[in-house]
C-alpha cells in the first residue's frame, strides 16, 4: 500500500503537469479564429510582395470568418517588420509574410532580435524571376557584348551587404567573366530610373517591375533568371540565361505565409489549412498573373528546401565579401 509521502508526491506532480498543459488545452479547446487576425507586410506599401499579400488577407478573412489586417512595416532591409511579428504573442493572430530579406537582413546584422527557427512557413504565396537590363544607348544585344565592353560594369543593387542582387551580380560575374562595381540604391524605383537615364549599365528587377520600362526605347530586356517559359507570357521573345547557356542564372524569389514557430500546434495546425486554402484559391490565382507573378509548383517540403539553400547561398556570399575585403 502507498505511504501518505508517496501519495502525496503522485498528487503534486500531477497537478505540475496538468499547469504545464493547461495554457494549450485552454488555447486548444477556445474557438479559435474569435478576433481579427494580423498580416505583417515588412515591404512599403504598393509593390508586389504588398499586393500580393492583400489580395490572399482578402482570401484568408473569407475562410476563417474574420478580418485579416495588413499591417506594412517597411525598413531595414525587412528587419523592422519581422521583428514586429517576432514580439507579437505566438497565438494564431499575427501572421508574417516571409521574403528573401528574412535570411539577408539576419546574415547582414547578426544581432536582429531574431532567429530563422523563430518562424514556421506555412505556404507559399507567389515567386517571381528577375530580367536584366540596361540602357539602350550602350548598344549592347546580347550578354556577349558586356563581356567585349573590356571596362568594370556599374550594376544597380537593393542589398544591404548581401541579398538577392549581390548574389546575382556575383553568379554573372562568375559565369561570363565580366568585373562589376556596385551601385547601390534604396528602392527598386531609384534603380529603373538610373537606367533609364543611363546612369548605370546594368540591373536586375523583377519580371512585373519590368513591365513599366520594357517597351521603353532607351531600355534593352537581355535575358531572365526564369525557367524556360516561366514568363514567356510577360515578356515575349526575352529568353532566359539557361537558354543562353547560364544555367547557373536560374533563380526566383519567392514570397510565402509564415507564423511563430511556438504557435500551439491546435492553432497552428487550423490556421495552417485556412493558410494552404487561401494561397491555392482562384482569386489568388488570378491575383498572381494580375502582378505578373508565378506560382510555386512543388510541395511545401520543397519550397522549404529551396529556401534553406537559399540562405546558405546568401552566407557562402556575405563570407566570400568579407574575404575579399581583407
Known sequence: MPTISAIRRRLLLGIAVLGALSPLAAVAQAHYPSKPLKLIVPYPPGAATDNISRAFGQELARILGQPV???????GGSAVGIVAAKGQPADGYTLLVHADGFYSAKLATPGLGYEFSDFEILAPLAQSS????????????????????????DLGSLDLGVGVYSMLAGRLAADTGIRYRTIPFKGGAEGLTAILAGQIDGYFTTIGTTQSVK????????ATTGVPGSSADFLPGVKTFKELGLPNMVFSS??????????????KEQLARA????????????ARRRLYLEDYAGSLEDYKRDLGRVSKEFEAALAEGAKAAK
Open 69 to 75: 489586417v495588413v499591417e506594412n512595416r517597411p525598413g
Open 215 to 222: 517597351d521603353s526605347p532607351k531600355v534593352k530586356v537581355l
Open 130 to 153: 528577375y530580367a536584366f537590363i540596361v540602357p539602350a544607348d550602350r548598344g549592347w544585344k546580347q550578354l556577349g557584348d558586356l563581356q567585349r565592353a573590356h571596362r568594370e560594369i
Open 254 to 267: 519567392s514570397y510565402s505565409v509564415a507564423a511563430r514557430a511556438d504557435t500551439p500546434a491546435p492553432v
Open 275 to 286: 493558410v494552404r486554402q487561401a494561397a491555392a484559391s482562384d482569386a489568388m490565382k488570378a
